[in-house]
């Protein structure tokens, strides 16, 4: 697998602007008030903006936190795919996006990233976060 390292809010963000580049079905989860604390409500609506622009959805399993019931009613989001919530107390480490054959894996509290490229891991990740929407 092809697999990137980016580090700092710069690279965090070059991550983003990659994976929501796309035309097609992103799946997402993670914890939205790590993300909230880090970025601002006009770099959310940047990346939907280019989501939008390239025709891409996006399927989020969120954590059940005020954050989360803002983002998913904020205008920028909407028409753009589903979200469900994870049980309480589902606490996530990281954020995770996949999209075609990329993984992105990110850490605010380490403030780094991971892009991975390859057709095998991303279907694996993908396989389990269809798993779990089925099962919420």
């Known amino acids: 697998p092809n697999i990137r390292f980016f580090e700092g809010k ?3 963000n070059a991550i ?4 929501f580049t796309t ?3 992103m799946l997402a989860i993670g914890s939205l008030g790590d ?3 880090i970025y601002s409500q006009a770099e959310f609506e940047h990346w939907f903006k280019i989501l939008r622009d390239n025709g891409g959805k996006i399927n989020d399993l969120l954590d059940d ?5 803002k983002y998913v009613k904020a205008e920028f989001r909407k028409g753009l795919g589903t979200y469900k919530y994870l049980p309480a107390g589902f606490k996530l480490g990281t954020d995770m996006l996949i999209v075609g054959n ?3 894996l990110v850490s605010f509290s380490a403030m780094v990233g991971l892009l991975i490229e390859n057709a095998e891991i991303a279907q694996t990740q993908r396989q389990t976060f269809e ?3 089925k099962h919420l």
């Open 10 to 12: 710069d690279g965090i």
């Open 16 to 19: 983003y602007e990659e994976m």
């Open 23 to 25: 035309h097609q079905k």
């Open 35 to 37: 993300l909230f604390k």
């Open 65 to 69: 936190t005020e954050e989360a019931k």
């Open 102 to 104: 990329k993984v992105s």
């Open 131 to 133: 798993f779990m929407w």
